[in-house]
């Protein structure tokens, strides 16, 4: 079986830097359509087939999404790796550069390969990501001016007809009209494909899970095709718990890891909110651990990763969530 060229990619808005780890070539090319048909002359120049390569690259948001685009139009397979797994597996290392980090990611590809598998993300999936950015961003705006409102009218004789209040009542609405708008693009997007549209349907039928987190679980794990359990898509938002023990001497609670996707962490605690309030069964096991003197945040954690299990069984299933059923996530 012929061995692939594994290139080590580090991206910036102006340039891309590419180490080719078997070649031991390094190429810079700029971030635009005329860098890329430089990259394409020099794969013809060492005879490398675009279906011998394997690119890695860490995520850089949308810095990276052209190229990505130029990779899927060109047959090249692409991985996206988290970049503190890159440096974690580099060691000790001293100084920096575009090059040498190029480098570095080119490595970390040829000793990892069990831990690299191409990544093919739709078009879909990078709308739904920056949407789902916009809306959060209007969402913490409408926020500051609501709590701004709320203060001034609280502690400030103003009157309801002053400058100060109309134009920030006129912003909020904005805001929520905006969202509004954001939300419908996003629904039209999910319901463009009969696979998301589905899941999109079985995903809210969990008690405590509505759209804005059922969309950007689809939008997380690629509509479910990034991660095989629901075990795994826990470590990834940090809320599956490990245990600390060592021997007879070290033996700590058990605890949740500190590097996770915060945003899918949050999201998870407010849909864990929701379920405490309205799914009966949820509302009396987290009244019976804390009757029982268990911590507040920690019985959460345990309905967040309940909602998961819920989550990636229905898909699995492809059947509605039913109360009181047993299901199999794993």
Same mark, same amino acid.
């Given at each position: 079986?012929?061995?692939?060229?594994?290139?080590?990619?580090? !991206?910036?808005? #102006?340039?891309?830097?590419?180490?080719?780890?078997?070649?031991?070539?390094?190429?810079?090319?700029?971030?635009?359509?005329? #860098?890329?048909?430089?990259?394409?002359?020099?794969? /013809?120049?060492?005879?490398?087939?675009?279906?011998?390569?394997?690119?890695?690259?860490?995520?850089?948001?949308?810095?990276?999404?052209?190229?990505?685009?130029?990779?899927? =139009?060109?047959?090249?397979?692409?991985?996206?790796?988290?970049?503190?797994?890159?440096?974690?597996?580099?060691?000790? /290392?001293?100084?920096?550069?575009?090059? %040498?980090?190029?480098?570095?990611?080119?490595?970390? #590809?040829?000793?990892?390969?069990?831990?690299?598998?191409?990544?093919?993300?739709?078009?879909?999936?990078?709308?739904?990501?920056?949407?789902?950015?916009?809306?959060?961003?209007?969402?913490?705006?409408?926020?500051?001016? $609501? @709590?701004?409102?709320?203060?001034?009218?609280?502690?400030?004789?103003?009157?309801?007809?002053?400058?100060?209040?109309?134009?920030?009542?006129?912003?909020?609405?904005?805001?929520?009209?905006?969202?509004?708008? !954001? =939300? @419908?693009?996003?629904?039209?997007?999910?319901?463009?494909?009969?696979?998301?549209?589905?899941?999109?349907?079985?995903?809210?039928?969990? !008690?405590?899970?509505?759209?804005?987190?059922?969309?950007?679980?689809?939008?997380? $794990?690629?509509?479910?095709?990034?991660?095989?359990?629901?075990?795994?898509?826990?470590?990834?938002?940090?809320?599956?718990?490990?245990?600390?023990?060592?021997?007879?001497?070290?033996?700590?609670? $058990?605890? /949740?890891?500190?590097? @996770?996707?915060?945003? @899918?962490?949050?999201?998870?605690?407010? #849909?864990?909110?929701?379920?405490?309030?309205?799914?009966? =069964?949820?509302?009396?096991?987290?009244?019976?651990?804390?009757?029982?003197?268990?911590?507040?945040?920690?019985?959460?954690?345990? /309905?967040?990763?309940?909602?998961?299990?819920?989550?990636? %069984?229905?898909?699995?299933?492809?059947?509605?969530?039913?109360?009181?059923? !047993?299901?199999?996530?794993?």
């Amino acid at each position: 079986m012929k061995k692939k060229e594994i290139i080590g990619v580090d !991206v910036s808005k #102006g340039t891309l830097d590419l180490h080719f780890n078997y070649a031991g070539n390094h190429l810079q090319i700029s971030n635009n359509k005329s #860098g890329f048909k430089k990259f394409d002359k020099y794969l /013809v120049q060492l005879s490398i087939d675009p279906s011998d390569i394997l690119l890695v690259m860490e995520h850089t948001g949308m810095y990276s999404y052209k190229f990505e685009e130029y990779l899927r =139009e060109h047959g090249i397979s692409f991985s996206k790796v988290s970049a503190l797994e890159i440096v974690r597996s580099a060691g000790i /290392v001293r100084g920096k550069s575009d090059k %040498a980090d190029a480098c570095m990611i080119a490595k970390y #590809g040829a000793k990892n390969p069990d831990k690299i598998s191409p990544t093919m993300s739709s078009d879909q999936n990078y709308q739904l990501k920056a949407l789902l950015g916009l809306r959060e961003k209007l969402v913490t705006q409408k926020a500051g001016f $609501t @709590a701004s409102l709320n203060e001034q009218k609280e502690f400030m004789k103003v009157l309801k007809s002053s400058s100060l209040i109309r134009s920030q009542q006129q912003m909020i609405r904005t805001l929520e009209r905006e969202i509004e708008k !954001v =939300e @419908a693009e996003i629904k039209q997007i999910l319901d463009s494909e009969e696979s998301t549209k589905k899941n999109l349907e079985l995903l809210t039928s969990v !008690v405590g899970i509505g759209f804005v987190i059922a969309a950007s679980m689809i939008m997380w $794990t690629d509509n479910f095709s990034k991660f095989s359990s629901a075990r795994k898509f826990a470590c990834y938002c940090g809320i599956a718990p490990f245990e600390y023990a060592s021997g007879t001497s070290v033996k700590r609670r $058990t605890k /949740v890891s500190q590097l @996770a996707n915060k945003r @899918a962490k949050s999201l998870l605690d407010l #849909g864990a909110k929701s379920a405490i309030i309205h799914d009966p =069964e949820i509302n009396q096991f987290y009244a019976r651990r804390l009757k029982e003197g268990k911590n507040q945040k920690s019985i959460r954690n345990i /309905v967040r990763n309940k909602l998961v299990y819920r989550m990636f %069984a229905v898909i699995k299933k492809q059947e509605p969530y039913v109360k009181n059923h !047993v299901y199999n996530a794993a």
